[in-house]
């Protein structure tokens, strides 16, 4: 089974909002990370958020992490047409990377 | 720098058949993990390796098996291909295993007619 659950499973936006996405996990981390998909194409890594903090910012993405209700959530603020992708969390438990399910994120111009 | 390449990047296969898949990890890059993803199960870990031998393995049966090489590069095969082996597996390369943050690469797109 996946390690992790990510909610909405489809989000679609107008460019210049932002864009909330969840993740829910079920063990206990070392770290959990952020994977953006475009379409049939390989994962590209966009940030990795250690056990002991609690937000974390890169450019225009700010992750936060909730140890205590196994979660993180994934904004990217004034979103644009080009960040149209589908979006994972993974976590490392035992030193297999699980990914969660994945956010569809629709961005129109 | 290049990137993970995957080769083929397209492949169809019959049931039956076997297949390789090969991946050249980032120059330096000497741990290889391998993924299948598929619309149902979503991305799953099939295997690591480093210094050419397995590190971990994921769920799957053992008709999935792969090999690493002295120069870092990697092979996976599927024998004996299912239906359901049709996905796209993707390679993933890092400096080592330690290291968290993956480099992928493109995939391979199997369908199993």
């Known amino acids: 089974s996946q390690q992790g659950e990510e909610d909405p499973q489809a989000l679609s936006i107008q460019e210049g909002e932002n864009a909330t996405m969840n993740c829910s996990y079920k063990?206990?981390?070392?770290?959990l990370q952020w994977y953006r998909q475009n379409s049939g194409r390989g994962l590209v890594h966009l940030i990795l958020?250690?056990?002991?903090?609690r937000e974390k910012h890169s450019g225009r993405l700010r992750v936060t992490l909730d140890t205590s209700k196994k979660s993180s959530s994934l904004l990217i603020t004034a979103s644009r047409a080009a960040d149209t992708a589908s979006y994972f969390c993974?976590?490392?438990?035992?030193?297999?990377?699980?990914f969660g399910t994945g956010t569809r994120l629709q961005v129109f111009p | 720098k290049a990137g993970v390449t995957q080769t083929p990047r397209y492949l169809i296969k019959t049931r039956g058949q076997q297949v390789t898949l090969s991946c050249s990890p980032i120059?330096?890059?000497?741990?290889v993990s391998w993924y299948q993803q598929t619309p149902g199960q979503g991305l799953q870990f099939l295997f690591e390796?480093?210094?050419?031998?397995?590190?971990n393995k994921g769920n799957f049966p053992g008709r999935f098996s792969g090999r690493q090489f002295s120069n870092s590069r990697s092979e996976m095969n599927v024998s004996t291909l299912e239906l359901g082996d049709s996905a796209l597996y993707l390679c993933?390369?890092?400096?080592?295993?330690?290291?968290?943050?993956?480099?992928f690469g493109s995939g391979t797109q199997l369908s199993v007619l």
């Open positions: 390796y480093f210094s050419e031998t397995q590190r």
């Open positions: 993933a390369s890092s400096p080592r295993p330690q290291d968290e943050k993956l480099f």
């Open positions: 958020i250690r056990s002991n903090e």
């Open positions: 063990t206990s981390i070392n770290n």
């Open positions: 120059s330096g890059h000497r741990s």
């Open positions: 993974a976590t490392d438990p035992a030193r297999k990377l699980i």
